[in-house]
T-cell receptor, first 117, second 113 residues
């Protein structure tokens, strides 16, 4: 079984400040991990993904995430927040090929990011 | 390039009425297709997935059903809606089972009154 926990349902930062959104996962096999972003009343857009290559993953819009197996974490960061980053962010995990995962993603509860001027 | 379309975008239905949400994918063949529901404050819940025409797997027991009449068409249905069916429904497609990456439609917001 696999699960994802996102710490903090709401995060608020000032424009230009560091963004840190936390994600911890649980998986019995090596995971594939994702961060998605959702703007109001829209679908989800992939920010970045970890698929067992480099542990530091760079994504779109200046975001990056680091896979830390020892901490079972995949936190999302951005050095300087922009007003346009305000959205809801979801961490997701799948066990990928093998077993019966069929590419099904398990999502965290989401973190709403607010950016203040 | 691949695109995914969902309709209707917004729907308000009375309790007990039927439902049909449609999703189509263009620019790819034999995609894996998924229906997720997003309820306020509850993240995304996988409802159904399909690996081929006529092949539907249900993840949770519920009042809804899904069908895949064509390779790139995925339909979510209900015969009689419940209040608890309200939510934001997202269709997604995936290339394969290896990476698990999904591409989402714009969503359909259903309000049951």
């Amino acid at each position: 079984a696999q699960s994802v926990t996102q710490l903090g349902s709401h995060v608020s930062v000032s424009e230009g400040a560091l963004v840190l959104l936390r994600c911890n996962y649980s998986s019995s096999v090596p995971p594939y991990l994702f961060w998605y972003v959702q703007y109001p009343n829209q679908g989800l857009q992939l920010l970045l993904k970890y698929t067992s290559a480099a542990t530091l993953v760079k994504g779109i819009n200046g975001f990056e995430a680091e896979f830390k197996k020892s901490e079972t974490s995949f936190h999302l960061t951005k050095p300087s927040a922009h007003m346009s980053d305000a959205a809801e962010y979801f961490c997701a995990v799948t066990t990928g090929a093998g077993g019966t995962s069929y590419g099904k993603l398990t999502f965290g509860q989401g973190t709403i990011l607010t950016v203040h001027p | 390039s691949q695109t995914i379309h969902q309709w209707p975008a917004t729907l308000v239905q009375p309790v007990g009425s039927p439902l049909s949400l449609e999703c189509t994918v263009e620019g790819t063949s034999n995609p894996n297709l998924y229906w997720y529901r997003q309820a306020a404050g509850r993240g995304l819940q996988l409802l159904f997935y399909s690996v081929g025409i006529g092949q539907i797997s249900s993840e949770v027991p519920q009042n809804l059903s899904a069908s895949r009449p064509q390779d790139r068409q995925f339909i979510l249905s209900s015969k009689k809606l419940l209040l608890s069916d309200s939510g934001f429904y997202l269709c997604a497609w995936g290339r394969d089972f290896i990476t698990g990456e999904l591409f989402f439609g714009e969503g359909s917001r259903l309000t049951v009154l």
